[in-house]
Nanobody, 126 residues
Framework: QVQLVDSGGGLVQAGGSLRLSCAAS????????MGWFRQAPGKEREFVAE????????SHADSVKGRFVISRENGKNTIYLQMNNLRPGDTAVYYC???????????????????WGQGTQVTVSS
């Protein structure tokens, strides 16, 4: 089992920044990739960013590219999501997730993730 604890959400004005954190513990050797997803009220959970555990390759959704950056602290089982130039449309509950294996197309589908954090609320006011 892998346990994930995500944090760092809050209320921010449009144009502001937040940094989310996600600490992984337990069987972290089984992690192949980690990701951030978000879910707004009445909408499906959507992919935000992914990071390959070995090698560190990352990718970001088009909607956040150039504004959000996923990263991993060197030598530690913690990932971050730096969010800049936030918009009201970014308001959602943000979840970190861990996957033990991805498809040939990457790790952007929620079904590929076995472990999830509890979620942290991000609210962007206009």
């Amino acid at each position: 089992q892998v346990q994930l604890v995500d944090s760092g959400g809050g209320l921010v004005q449009a144009g502001g920044s937040l940094r989310l954190s996600c600490a992984a513990s337990g069987r972290t050797f089984s992690i192949y990739a980690m990701g951030w997803f978000r879910q707004a009220p009445g909408k499906e959970r959507e992919f935000v960013a992914e990071l390959m555990w070995n090698g560190g390759r990352t990718s970001h959704a088009d909607s956040v590219k150039g504004r959000f950056v996923i990263s991993r602290e060197n030598g530690k089982n913690t990932i971050y999501l730096q969010m800049n130039n936030l918009r009201p449309g970014d308001t959602a509950v943000y979840y970190c997730a861990a996957s033990s294996g991805c498809s040939a197309y990457g790790c952007q589908a929620t079904s590929l993730y076995q472990y999830w954090g509890q979620g942290t609320q991000v609210t962007v006011s206009s």
